[in-house]
Structure formats: structure tokens, C-alpha cells
């Protein structure tokens, strides 16, 4: 239980800092580019710290794929993504006492109805979270690509949020979603970030375990051919 309770702790820490600096730079309608670092250099800087100890994952459509994907147990998943949702509501409140007359409603992400229609947004965070997730299966959590790990994870994510911020505020985290609405009592399209993440995150984890499956079967093959 006790190894369980740090393992929340980080993932509260690192949900924490992503939210309160990623939302923070779109609460004080910072350039594009210097939200998009915020969020990439803190989710970054969360994988390096927090990795050896929870992942670093601070998201719960990101543990979610990992729990279908088999690399997250699913009671520990459950743990994690309380811990992420209690720390994005926590740096929701944390920018609400630090710039209570900042717009943007804290951050808050929400589709851009000028530019798209409300289920166009819905496949952009689907598509935006599934690519993340995606990234997060094959580096991280198959231990691959090692300390360069982070970085693929957080340029994925700079890379998301410099397309999409102006069109849906680029969440591709329910987290990140929520504790700015919560903080700042303000929902509206919150149903198409809560799921349209969710969607995102089972998807790379079917995906990912799809992918799998097909390389031990080739492996299966390339062993009987040397056998025979």
C-alpha cells in the first residue's frame, strides 16, 4: 500500500505541473508555440522524474490504453487515474488563486466553433490522444528508445498542440480538461473531451496489442524455420 501511495503522489505532482503550466501559459493567451513547450517540456520533465517510480503517464486516457494494452495492471490504472484527475482539479484551483483575473477561463479547453463543428473536434481529440497514447506504448512502457523516451512522448505533444490549440485547445487528456472546468465552473463541449480522450487511449491500446501479437507471430515463424 505504501509503495502504491507514492506511486499516486507522483502522478499527482506530474499531472499537477502539467496542468498548472500547460494551462497556465493558455490562461495568459501565451503565443501558440510557447503553450505547446509548456505542455510538451512538462509532460517531458514529468517522465523523466516520476518514471522510474509510476511512469510519469499524468493521464488518464494514457493509463487507460496502457491498462488494455497489458502494461498497466488494472487495479494499479484505477489508482493512477484518480491520483491524475485529483491533481489536474488541484492545479485547476491553483490557477484560479494565482491569476483570478486571467481569461481563457484558466486554460479551459474548448472547441472553436468558428473554425470547426463540434464532432470534427471530437475526432481531433481522439486522433490527437490516440497518437500520444500510441507514442507513450512504443517508448515508455515497452522500454524502448530509453532516456530518449521523454522526449519522443513530449515533442508528440508539442507537436499536437501547435495543430490543434487553436481548434480544440488540444486537451488529449481528460485531466487536463476537467480541472480547469471544475476550477473555473465552466463545461461547456466537456462530454467530447471526456470521451473523444477515453476513445483515443482504448484505441492505441487495442492497436498496440494488435501489433504485438502479430510480431510474436512472426517471431513463432522465423523459430520454426531455423528449427526446420
Do not use: C
Not at 481528460?174 to 463541449?189: E, F, I, K, S
Request: proline share 4%.
Amino acid at each position: 500500500m505504501h509503495q502504491m501511495t507514492r506511486r499516486m503522489t507522483a502522478e499527482f505532482i506530474g499531472t499537477f505541473g502539467l496542468i498548472f503550466f500547460g494551462g497556465g501559459a493558455a490562461a495568459m493567451g501565451r503565443p501558440l508555440i510557447d503553450i505547446a513547450l509548456a505542455n510538451g517540456l512538462a509532460i517531458m520533465i514529468a517522465a523523466y522524474v516520476f518514471g522510474d517510480i509510476s511512469g510519469g503517464i499524468v493521464n488518464p486516457a494514457v493509463t487507460l490504453g496502457g491498462a488494455i494494452a497489458g502494461k498497466i495492471d488494472w487495479r494499479d490504472a484505477g489508482m493512477y487515474m484518480v491520483a491524475q484527475f485529483l491533481g489536474g482539479i488541484a492545479a485547476g484551483f491553483a490557477l484560479l488563486t494565482v491569476l483570478p483575473g486571467a481569461g481563457g477561463h484558466l486554460g479551459a479547453t474548448t472547441i472553436n466553433t468558428s473554425l470547426i463543428s463540434v464532432p470534427e473536434g471530437f475526432v481531433l481529440e481522439a486522433l490527437g490522444t490516440f497518437f500520444l497514447t500510441t507514442t507513450a506504448l512504443h517508448t515508455a512502457m515497452s522500454d524502448r528508445a530509453g532516456n530518449a523516451a521523454p522526449l519522443a512522448i513530449g515533442f508528440t505533444l508539442v507537436m499536437i498542440v501547435t495543430f490543434m490549440g487553436p481548434l480544440t485547445g488540444a486537451s488529449v487528456n481528460p485531466a487536463r480538461t476537467l480541472g480547469p472546468a471544475v476550477a473555473g465552473d465552466y463545461y461547456p463541449h466537456i462530454w467530447v473531451y471526456l470521451l473523444a480522450t477515453s476513445l483515443g487511449g482504448l484505441l492505441a491500446g487495442f492497436l498496440y496489442k494488435f501489433m504485438q501479437e502479430g510480431r510474436a507471430d512472426m517471431r513463432f515463424r522465423e523459430a520454426l524455420r531455423e528449427e526446420g
